[in-house]
């Protein structure tokens, strides 16, 4: 990668697979083909004497930097174990966020998200037309594909080399 090419932070639960590192070798090649470097989260490798507590905080303290040094950030929010996206993901999206980073997400699966929840669970409509879930918890009916807080915080891409392209349009525009 050329110096000075833009980085950017590839957030994701990826890093919890089997083939973590193949994944992040063809993301990395594809942000290199379109003039971004990227920035792949901690995997972890610490010292063999470090406390778990250590280890937690160190991959925590290495993202949160790789953030801060990345012009933005292109996230899997895929539904990881359960409907939702990984919660460490979405914590990374909110950073960058906050910090005026761009976001663009790929692996949301299509449609809304209430109707995503609605084939998991049994929901009802109360009187006032609020959607609840079978603990009485309101279920977000906007039409959105995720939690309103993320839908309407970063833009949401059909797959990765899509999120890639477009983050890479977006940054040389930027430049």
Known sequence: MAP???RVYLAGPDVFRRDAAARFALLTEACDRLGLQALTPSDGLMPAWFTLDEIARGICKENMELIRQSRGVIANLAPFRGLEPDSGTVFEVGVAVAMGLPVIAYGVPAGAYADRVGDALELTRAEDGTLRDPEGCI???????LNLMISCSVRIAASADDAI???AA???QRS
């Open 4 to 6: 000075g090419a833009p």
């Open 139 to 145: 279920v977000e009916d906007l039409g959105l594909p």
């Open 165 to 167: 392209k477009e983050m």
């Open 170 to 172: 977006l940054l040389d």
